[in-house]
């Protein structure tokens, strides 16, 4: 009787959190779908709106928005597809191979993902206006600040778990190191790879101070920043904000609802002991 | 090629850690160390004697040029506009003594452009012509004359003394300016209410949550899908939803508070410095708890059945339970979970630059906030970099207090 009762509450409880979560992003839809009238004065607190439209939609895409989704896209690609090499090889050595200095490097790794991004933002931004960097897909390469050191992280935890066995039968085979590496311990490191990659991307994704910083002009706004300049200086089109929220954060959840097991895995692979 | 394979056998461990090495070099500890450099100079971009970093004193030759450039070609304007002709030979005569001593500064440089050292010698040198130039140019317009150009022309020739520079080698003096601002310190007391109330909620909150879910029998996969979500969306979107629901004339959220009481209008929300404050606090909560309940619930699925089977057999009760086997063994994930999001909320940018932009009236300007605008809305590369170098500083500390006195161990050999 007491654990139906108990099993109730958690329930309700869960719903509750569940709620929670999701009603700005219901609200934020809803409002995405009423016209301008409806927005501002007694409209504005009405769950449907009388007269649905998707202007805002439309405006929004004659906009900024599809060009600050492709930029995104790109960057985050780039930036994915190196940090994830780098960071494979890097944890590889890190986690199997001995030399002296091993220690120092994974000090130096943690120590630099606990760096606040501002304090490399003043310098990069003058290296960049001096190169002319500016406003390109360069920018790229100073996300490695944010993403290498969480990569190679996942990456040495994952390589950790490799059964070491493997190496030690392809050693008396005579495989080299660089081939063991290659044709043994990588096919068998893939998920861990690939969840790399999944936080890479979305840690990129999301980034706003370098874009906002590095990248000013709107031809090149990335969709975190150009999504803020949606804010007038004199007046808010909350129809457009709210269906730019909608439209950014689709790419987001269709990442999360394919690779939740990889994502939960990349997370908690420092918080757990095992 | 044999050889070659045996070193690369050998070395392997240094050949793949290379290219991480050199991103971390480049866009992380370079950066770090130039922005040390930085803090040490009264370095501005936009002011031309303190744009770079000067240890000794400079002689901006490119300025110097274009000053030289400019007298001539308006005295070669004034020559035209004014009447008598014996004007006109005076200015050519300036003119002349001018050339002259632009070229005797030009014989000092010979080859050389941009910005370079000068000494003592040179330095009086160049004080002395640019006397000379100015002494010469007020004794030409000291003549009756329909003159038009000498407000500009004694302007332009003012700046032969500007391309001197003076050293901004200002050593320990930006840190002693950074302790005696006031608004850094109301930035850091900012950020450590923020910091210190939001990652506790996120504590408490998280780790009721994982509990619960922890137990929950059916819908896990879409309690963690939803539980992602908020954690998966950039901050600069989710700040802008709230932004959306705070507002004062449409903002659901906003309304409600109103309703309730806690706040007496909804417009006073976001312009009352201490609820603007919770205004955040909750959207980080809100967006980063979830993140933390995953963390801790991954944590308690890896605690065995077996112990709490045995507690029950012993009589211990839940409560019990929870604090001699559940609270001991989930330690080590809390404390990683811990150290992260404390790191993480001290440095909070987006969320505040986004919801409120550090308004009303600069209350909720986390230090972050305040150095960005230092550095980019006033250009004073110099005294921001102190501010960060602060923050970093308390960062570091926070991070040892955290490894030291907790035992956290971040990688298990």
């Not at chain 2, 941009?114 to 100015?134: M, P, R, T, W, Y």
């Not at chain 2, 850094?184 to 210190?196: D, H, N, P």
Request: charged share 15%.
């Amino acid at each position: 009787m007491i654990n139906k009762k108990a099993e109730r509450l958690f329930g309700a409880a869960i719903v509750l959190y569940l709620l929670i979560i999701i009603f700005p992003f219901i609200w934020v839809f809803l409002t995405s779908l009423k016209p301008e009238s409806e927005i501002w004065g007694a409209g504005a607190f009405k769950i449907l709106a009388d007269q649905p439209t998707f202007e805002h939609y439309e405006a929004l895409f004659r906009g900024n928005i599809l060009n600050a989704l492709k930029n995104s896209l790109i960057i985050s690609t780039i930036t994915t597809t190196y940090v994830t090499m780098v960071a494979a090889i890097a944890a590889y050595a890190i986690a199997r191979l001995k030399f002296v200095g091993k220690r120092l490097i994974l000090a130096i790794v943690l120590a630099t993902s606990m760096f606040p991004q501002i304090t490399v933002v003043g310098p990069i931004y003058q290296l960049f206006v001096k190169l002319n960097w500016t406003n390109s897909y360069f920018i790229s390469l100073p996300y490695s600040m944010i993403a290498l050191p969480v990569a190679i992280y996942i990456l040495v935890i994952h390589f950790n778990k490799v059964p070491k066995e493997m190496e030690e039968s392809a050693k008396i085979d005579g495989a080299s190191k660089m081939k063991t590496f290659t044709d043994i311990i990588l096919p068998l490191a893939l998920p861990g790879i690939f969840t790399a990659a999944i936080i890479t991307f979305i840690s990129v994704w999301n980034e706003f101070l370098l874009a906002l910083t590095l990248n000013p002009d709107s031809s090149y706004h990335t969709a975190t920043v150009a999504i803020t300049f949606l804010r007038g200086q004199f007046q808010i089109f909350w129809g457009q904000v709210t269906a730019a929220t909608v439209v950014v954060t689709i790419p987001t959840l269709i990442i999360v609802i394919l690779f939740q097991r990889q994502i939960i895995s990349g997370l908690t692979s420092g918080a757990v002991k095992e | 090629m044999r050889k070659m394979n045996a070193w690369l056998d050998h070395h392997l461990g240094y050949v793949l850690v290379i290219p991480a090495l050199i991103f971390i070099i480049l866009f992380s500890l370079w950066p770090v160390a130039q922005s040390t450099r930085f803090s040490f100079f009264d370095f501005q971009l936009n002011d031309q004697q303190k744009s770079g970093l000067y240890f000794t004193e400079q002689y901006n030759l490119k300025l110097m040029h274009e000053t030289f450039d400019y007298i001539d070609y308006y005295l070669e304007i004034e020559k035209d506009t004014v009447k008598q002709s014996s004007t006109q030979e005076r200015i050519q005569d300036t003119q002349q003594e001018i050339l002259e001593i632009y070229e005797s500064i030009q014989a000092m440089f010979p080859g050389q452009t941009g910005i370079v050292s000068i000494n003592d010698q040179e330095h009086e040198f160049l004080v002395k012509a640019s006397d000379q130039v100015l002494a010469g140019l007020e004794a030409l317009y000291r003549i009756e004359d329909d003159f038009n150009l000498q407000e500009d022309i004694m302007m332009v020739a003012s700046e032969l003394e500007t391309s001197i520079i003076q050293p901004n080698y200002v050593g320990l003096k930006n840190f002693q300016s950074v302790l005696r601002d006031p608004r850094v310190w109301q930035t850091i007391r900012v950020t450590l209410f923020f910091t210190s109330i939001s990652v506790g909620m996120e504590l408490v909150f998280g780790l009721i949550l994982a509990l619960i879910m922890n137990k929950a029998m059916i819908g896990r996969g879409l309690i963690r899908t939803f539980s992602l979500i908020p954690w998966a969306i950039p901050t600069s979107v989710a700040a802008l939803m709230w932004a959306y629901l705070y507002n004062g004339s449409s903002g659901i959220v906003a309304l409600i508070l109103a309703r309730v009481g806690i706040v007496e209008q909804a417009t006073d929300l976001m312009l009352t410095s201490s609820s603007a404050l919770w205004s955040i606090i909750f959207a980080d909560v809100w967006k980063t708890t979830p993140y933390f309940a995953l963390l801790l619930l991954a944590g308690l699925q890896v605690i065995p059945d077996s112990l709490y089977e045995s507690a029950m057999l012993d009589g211990a009760n839940k409560w019990k339970q929870f604090l001699h086997i559940t609270l001991p063994l989930l330690k080590p994930s809390i404390l990683v979970a811990l150290l992260f999001r404390t790191l993480d909320a001290f440095r909070i940018f987006d969320l505040i630059w986004v919801l409120t932009g550090g308004g009303p009236g600069g209350t909720t300007e986390s230090i972050s906030i305040y150095g960005y605008k230092v550095m980019f809305a006033q250009t004073r590369f110099g005294y921001g970099a102190a501010i960060i170098l602060v923050m970093a500083l308390c960062v570091g500390v926070i991070s040892y207090l955290y490894i030291k006195f907790l035992d956290i161990q971040l990688i298990s050999d």
